[in-house]
């Protein structure tokens, strides 16, 4: 008699206990079909947090929903039977009710249920960027320094970290890359983000005051978000690579960078092959990146001549453009070399990377 009543209890079905997971960065409502399936299904659908931002979409579709914190014990006699009970974790998880239920399973004393984590949503690729623009938008609300920045104020650390991220390149410092790839990306939402807002276009100085004058030096610009900046830049990559959007054909590099500067050419309808070359940026660079202009359009120029320095490094410029060579990285690099001889001549060490 008793070995048969535990072989009819062992024989009971133990259920099943499935933690339907989403995730904040997909909007509610959108859940895989196997998570409504098994929604649907279940015996019990259990959610500790009466605003979980699903219970809308869940009571539209019929599903029935109990708000209520059940611990690991209860969880397991809901099943009994062979019953399954689908719990919605909240945002940040339920940690007491995870850890519950792995010391009842290690316990041996308890026939556990069919444990199941099932993703009804999960972020796909660039999803992240979603919080750090949720972020900065809190940030430029809440906090006294970044509420008060403008474009203008901001544009020093833009050209400090993208030089930055240039020494992280060259270093070849993976983590350090990681890291100033993320400063540069902040500049870049800082700004749209300011953008929001229809900055006036001639404003001045890092904290966000008018000019002396108290007036605004110019009109307001048209306020843009970050969507608008990374959409303008989908459109920009699809145009630009008929190659692979389209049906022109590209081989070769040199087939890419010439269906590049047709579509730029159409794109800018410049006067100029100087035209959009930033004269700000450092003087090597403007001047291979002039010269590079002027051989790639095919305008016969001479490099002008002169006295002094400045056009000896114009004709090295222009000759290192020529050969394929970054002047700027070239140079940077003997510096380096330079910069490491004059340590070991002072008996001084590497510099720290």
Do not use: N
């Not at 623009?133 to 104020?153: I, K």
């Not at 389209?246 to 800018?268: L, M, S, Y």
């Not at 403007?286 to 002169?306: D, F, Q, S």
């Not at 290192?320 to 700027?328: L, N, Q, R």
């Amino acid at each position: 008699m008793t070995d048969h009543s535990q072989s009819t209890a062992a024989a009971e079905p133990t259920g099943r206990i499935v933690l339907l997971t989403t995730s904040h960065r997909v909007a509610p409502g959108v859940l895989s079909w196997p998570a409504w399936q098994t929604l649907h299904a279940a015996d019990r659908v259990l959610c500790a947090d009466p605003g979980h931002p699903q219970l809308p979409y869940l009571r539209e579709a019929g599903v029935e929903v109990e708000h209520t914190a059940a611990d690991a014990h209860e969880l397991v006699a809901a099943c009994a039977g062979g019953r399954t009970v689908v719990v919605l974790p909240g945002g940040e998880g339920d940690q007491r009710l995870t850890d519950g239920l792995a010391r009842l399973a290690g316990s041996g004393r308890v026939s556990m249920p069919d444990l199941e984590l099932l993703p009804g949503s999960y972020d796909l690729p660039g999803a992240r960027l979603l919080d750090l623009v949720q972020v900065m938008d809190r940030v430029r609300r809440e906090c006294p320094w970044t509420s008060r920045q403008t474009h203008r104020g901001l544009a020093k650390y833009a050209i400090e970290e993208a030089y930055e991220l240039v020494e992280a390149i060259e270093d070849g410092d993976r983590e350090e890359l990681r890291e100033e790839l993320g400063d540069v990306l902040l500049q870049v939402v800082f700004h749209a983000r300011i953008a929001e807002e229809g900055i006036p276009a001639g404003e001045d100085g890092e904290d966000g005051e008018d000019g002396e004058d108290g007036e605004d030096d110019g009109e307001a610009l048209g306020a843009f978000s970050i969507d608008d900046v990374a959409g303008a830049l989908v459109q920009k990559l699809i145009h630009r690579h008929p190659h692979v959007f389209g049906d022109a054909q590209a081989e070769t590099p040199e087939d890419v960078h010439a269906h590049w500067q047709r579509t730029k050419a159409v794109e800018k309808r410049r006067e100029s092959v100087t035209d959009g070359v930033p004269v700000g940026q450092p003087g090597l660079a403007l001047a291979a990146k002039l010269a590079g202009r002027a051989r790639a359009g095919g305008v016969a120029v001479e490099l002008p001549r002169g006295e002094g320095i400045g056009y000896e490094l114009l004709e090295l410029a222009a000759r290192a453009e020529a050969e394929g060579v970054d002047p700027e990285t070239a140079l940077r690099a003997a510096a380096r070399v330079y910069r490491d001889a004059i340590r070991a001549a002072e008996g001084v060490g590497a510099p720290a990377r």
